[in-house]
Nanobody, 111 residues
């Protein structure tokens, strides 16, 4: 019974910021790798960022320097801080760990 629940999406202007959250039940994030993916209309799903159990992080080139993935072990929550948002960041963002996916949260960047 593993569940991942994303939240924090919304509508922001270009250059703005959002922080997405992924809260887990039935899995310990500090012992598993966690990744963020996104899928925009008409495009394939793409990987965004990963945090490993060691806390080592990796980022897609498209978000490097703008996005930060982090983990709060006490809350069993992984975050994706998104700064300097661009219209091309518009997508449904998904949290994934092992074989479990969340339901997704919509991020829209528009003037």
């Amino acid at each position: 019974q593993v569940q991942l629940v994303e939240s924090g999406g919304g509508l922001v202007q270009p250059g703005g910021s959002l922080r997405l959250s992924c809260v887990a039940s039935g899995i310990i994030f500090s012992r598993n790798g966690v990744a963020w993916f996104r899928q925009a209309p008409g495009k394939q799903r793409e990987w965004v960022a990963t945090i490993l159990n060691s806390a080592h992080t990796n980022y897609a080139d498209s978000v490097r320097g703008r996005f930060t993935i982090s983990r709060d072990n006490a809350k069993n929550t992984v975050y994706l801080q998104m700064n300097s948002l661009k219209p091309e960041d518009t997508a449904v963002y998904y949290c994934q760990s092992r074989t479990t996916w969340g339901q997704g949260t919509q991020v829209t960047v528009s003037s």
